[in-house]
């Protein structure tokens, strides 16, 4: 008994036993979420973990160009470009609503994006942030345009991911995109056919304001093309992003020539992308600028 | 260990923990404040957090915040200053360590103008600086508050071209730590 009660007194021990103030103030490990996984809502075609502050609003301007190997005749594919205009704003902080509009086939899209759980470290670590995300891909053509279609359903297309990311370091950091593309059976007129997905990619930086992105993603190819009339590509990506507060630029060369879920999963072949290996590669660039609504 | 090696040992130690924690004052709940102001935009945050130690006996001070608990209104500038500017991963804390140059009677009640001389610690680099401030005893507590300037190029905080317009480069900081005054 009496071992215990000096054993209590010698745990208490000298707090302030020494001169040196300032290292005796080395905080308690405390819990700190982990921030700036990413630089941006996407990776490159397709999205990360991160959302958009609570009250900001982002502007997001996509494009993409022609193949390169269409040659010094076109430009390297310059001399065709296509685009997307995104808006997509930060509800809090931990749920992104976004819509947007492509060029091809006059596509509208929108987005719901939720952060389910983020990457802490200190007392209480854990070791990913993991967002669930959902897309619509939404094809409005009439007929003069393109768009013949038997039924309204057969105009959706929606995926959903699960986006699990680490920041294994202040350079690193690595995703994996387990998901799902929900498309109008292309057999069973009126039924939607469920194609299995996964995505993989990261994010080296290499300055405080200037990362090297890479993505691939793959698509369960037979499902993908029955009934088809082009056969389809795993979309993969390369790219670089640049930071200057308030803006993030991206660059990308990639085999897909959309910008959405629905077309950078489902349509990379035929008129809308290639085969990667084969030099069928899209170079194309984001800038994006957030405004706040804060004050 | 018998009983005579442990008594040996914990009644210095526990002299020690008594006498030393009756010296040192301890705060955890500092005030630091700061402000950028240019023509086209003021940017403020504020750290609640700051720790701080004060010895009376020996005039010594230590003031120490994490830059992370540093919040801003808008949380994307509070991401930008933690990844771009301070650099919160790699040096994640600020610090001032130095004496009060004043003779201070800790007993009398009233407020003194006081400096204090020492070093300054932030995103990695030090600097000698005498911080001027005021010390106001109370019964009950003790308040430092100090304002001083923060030159960013002296800490090798970098600002790009594009946004310089935007940053100033000396930003203005206020702090405020109170301390039980128990003696």
Redesign the interface.
Known sequence: M??LF??A??A??????Q?D??S????EPTT?PV??TFKSTRLLNGHTVETI??K?LDFRISHRFDRINKGVDEFFGLDYATVRLGLEYGIN?NLTFGIGRSTIEKNLDSYLKARLIRQTKGSRSFPVTISALGTLALDPRKPAQGGEFKVYSERLVGSGHLLIARKVS?SFSLQLMPTAIFRPSPVKPGQTQVIPSVGIGGRLKFN??MSINAEYYWVDQNRLKTGQPFATYNPIALGLDI????HVFQLIFTNSFGMIEKQFLTQTGGAFGGQFEKGDIHFGFSVSR?F?F?? | MNLRTLLLVAVPALAMNITASAQVLSASKGESKFFSETPLENIAAANSKVKAALNPATNQLAVKMAMTDFEFPNKLMQEHFNENYIESEKYPNASFEGTINEKIDWKKPGTYPVTAKGMFEIHGVKQPRTLTGKLTIEPGKITLVSDFIVALEAHKIEVPKLVMMKIAEQIKVQNKVEFANKG
């Open positions: 009496k071992r000096i054993l007194f010698l208490g021990g000298p707090v302030f036993a001169t103030l300032l005796n103030l080395d905080a700190r921030t700036a502050k609570a900001h902080d202040e405080k304001r930071e200057t507060g308030g957030t706040s804060d004050h």
